[in-house]
């Protein structure tokens, strides 16, 4: 019994050792046309095809031994873009295995070089001449729940973030280049900002003595604008609608309903705004259960 015991234990370590972490964000599923096999691999140094539609991206963060290998990786990436029809995969970020994590983790979007459509997801339309860049930041529900923390752009506070929150901040001073949190310690995460761009930056709490410590990633804007729309989206649905006599409806969590009033939060850019609104402007008010 024992040894029966130890075989399967020893079979789910070899398992889960052997399995990289892969995770896909689909934007549009067709037919697969292709073997795994044939699907075209554009290397992160060159140059994407003039024409295609983007149809997901997909994350794999190398695990275990065999799948570690650069070869493994893209397989995986392979496979999960057979799945939803592209023929091509575009490499758009490498990270070589170091002494933190021996395994290759690549990023990459999944393509349709037959199609010609959306090619990168955008969640802010910036204007040519812009002399700003925009700063997503969100904070997926997680660990240290409890645990708020300002962020900021080198001598600029941009916000506080806490769980299942998100905020867009335009930058106009893009020569600072650290974005940084403190809680019991101060972590700093490098970022280099250019002018007409848009970029994604999630927020987390890791690990501490005391209160845990800040986590602050700077992610692919594919990635980023998938996790960033999941938690605006999902907030935006857990809220009340007010209908006023003129037809608008508004987005709020209802805080208390008085006899001439309603008090309200609301969501500008991202920040939790106290107002009201009087009762003799309200047409219908509809409240999530």
Same mark, same amino acid.
């Given at each position: 019994?024992?040894?029966?015991?130890?075989? /399967?234990? *020893?079979?789910?370590?070899?398992?889960?050792?052997?399995?990289?972490?892969?995770? *896909?964000?689909? =934007?549009?599923?067709?037919?697969?046309? @292709? %073997?795994?096999?044939?699907?075209?691999?554009?290397?992160?140094?060159?140059?994407? %095809?003039?024409?295609?539609?983007?149809?997901?991206?997909?994350?794999?963060?190398?695990?275990?031994?065999?799948?570690?290998?650069?070869?493994?990786?893209?397989?995986?990436?392979?496979?999960?873009?057979?799945?939803?029809?592209?023929?091509?995969?575009?490499?758009?970020? &490498?990270?070589?295995?170091?002494?933190?994590?021996?395994? &290759?983790?690549?990023?990459?979007?999944?393509?349709?070089?037959?199609?010609?459509?959306?090619?990168?997801?955008?969640?802010?339309?910036?204007?040519?001449?812009?002399?700003?860049?925009?700063?997503?930041?969100?904070?997926?529900?997680?660990?240290?729940?409890?645990?708020?923390?300002?962020?900021?752009?080198?001598?600029?506070?941009?916000?506080?973030?806490?769980?299942? !929150?998100?905020?867009?901040?335009?930058? !106009?001073?893009?020569?600072?280049?650290?974005?940084?949190?403190?809680?019991?310690?101060?972590?700093?995460?490098?970022?280099?900002?250019?002018?007409?761009?848009?970029?994604?930056? @999630?927020?987390?709490?890791?690990?501490?003595?005391?209160?845990?410590? %800040?986590?602050?990633?700077?992610?692919?804007?594919?990635?980023?604008?998938?996790?960033?729309?999941?938690?605006?989206?999902?907030?935006?649905?857990?809220?009340?609608?007010?209908? *006023?006599?003129?037809? @608008?409806?508004?987005?709020?969590?209802? =805080?208390?309903?008085?006899?001439?009033?309603?008090? /309200?939060?609301?969501? =500008?850019?991202?920040?939790?705004?106290?107002?009201?609104?009087?009762?003799?402007?309200?047409?219908?008010?509809?409240?999530?259960?």
């Amino acid at each position: 019994m024992k040894k029966i015991l130890s075989a /399967i234990v *020893t079979t789910l370590i070899l398992c889960f050792s052997c399995s990289p972490k892969v995770t *896909t964000y689909v =934007r549009k599923s067709t037919e697969a046309t @292709k %073997p795994k096999d044939n699907i075209r691999v554009y290397g992160i140094y060159e140059q994407e %095809p003039e024409k295609y539609e983007m149809l997901g991206v997909v994350k794999v963060d190398g695990r275990g031994s065999e799948n570690c290998k650069y070869s493994g990786v893209i397989d995986h990436a392979r496979i999960e873009a057979h799945k939803i029809g592209g023929d091509a995969i575009k490499i758009t970020k &490498h990270f070589m295995p170091d002494e933190y994590n021996t395994c &290759h983790r690549i990023v990459a979007k999944i393509i349709d070089t037959k199609s010609n459509g959306i090619k990168d997801m955008q969640l802010t339309n910036i204007p040519d001449t812009a002399n700003y860049s925009v700063l997503h930041l969100y904070r997926p529900s997680g660990a240290g729940f409890l645990v708020t923390y300002q962020v900021n752009l080198g001598d600029t506070a941009l916000c506080r973030m806490e769980n299942n !929150t998100y905020n867009s901040v335009n930058v !106009t001073n893009i020569n600072d280049s650290i974005i940084w949190a403190r809680t019991e310690v101060k972590v700093k995460t490098p970022i280099k900002l250019e002018k007409g761009n848009e970029y994604f930056i @999630k927020c987390m709490i890791g690990t501490g003595f005391f209160v845990g410590r %800040p986590v602050i990633e700077v992610v692919d804007n594919n990635i980023g604008y998938y996790e960033f729309k999941k938690i605006k989206d999902g907030n935006i649905e857990k809220m009340d609608t007010i209908i *006023t006599k003129e037809g @608008k409806e508004i987005k709020c969590i209802i =805080r208390q309903i008085e006899k001439d009033r309603v008090k /309200i939060f609301v969501y =500008r850019n991202g920040e939790k705004a106290g107002g009201y609104i009087k009762r003799s402007d309200i047409k219908e008010i509809k409240r999530k259960s």
